[in-house]
């Protein structure tokens, strides 16, 4: 299923979000200049499971600092293209509803308890785990308590073709978490280290974003 737009229009510009989608795009751009570097680069700054034993956990300012950079790096121009899809479609009424400084709090945190996730239940891998979908899957979560009754305009493929319909955020975003949990149970156990989407971390940043909505929501007055 690939998101087109969702039909409620936000009341302000999202300046929050106009910023992050530009910041990943530019940062991609810095990703791509480091040309034979690239991999050293994506050490650097990504989350590598294997590196942060319980012994290197005393270092935890650094681990800090990459969980926060490690969401701004892609794997690809598709790896970045749906995540910027997906933030663009789906932030603009969360940060709508709570402001810019709750929906970056929302936002970074939630990208922050997606990679602690994902070590955690992949704590072998050597593979550096980047991109903004974990953040990404915060926002999704927090849309999904604040906008159930949502329509999302959606194309779904059907062989060659695709179909576009108007499906509610309850439904749309239920199958989504509902594939990434199923996709997780498959990755459990497992001890070979390949490449692949972080599962877990999507899991781990929907249910942030949810618990945090419920923390940063601001209270209706009478």
Known sequence: MIPLRDTIPATRV???????????????????????????????FGVVSAQWTASALSHWPQLFLVLITSQ????????????????????????????????????????????????ILSPHSKIPMVGASGAIAGILGAYLLLFPAARIVTLI???????????????????????QWLQGLTTIGQVADVGGVAVWAHVGGFVSGMLG?????????W
């Open 213 to 221: 909505i419920t923390l940063l929501r601001p209270r209706r007055r």
């Open 72 to 119: 701004f790096l892609h794997g690809g121009v598709l790896h970045l293209g749906f995540n910027m899809l997906y933030l663009w479609i789906f932030a603009d009424n969360v940060e709508d509803r709570l402001g810019p400084v709750r929906f970056l709090c929302l936002y970074v945190g939630s990208g922050m308890i997606a990679a602690i996730t994902q070590l």
């Open 14 to 44: 999202a300046w929050v979000t106009r910023l992050l989608v530009a910041l990943n795009i530019l940062i991609f751009i810095v990703e791509l200049r480091q040309g034979p570097h690239i991999e050293a680069f994506m050490y650097r």
């Open 157 to 179: 493929p059907l062989g060659l073709f695709f179909e576009q319909v108007e499906l509610p955020a309850f439904l749309f975003l239920g199958i989504w978490f509902l594939l």
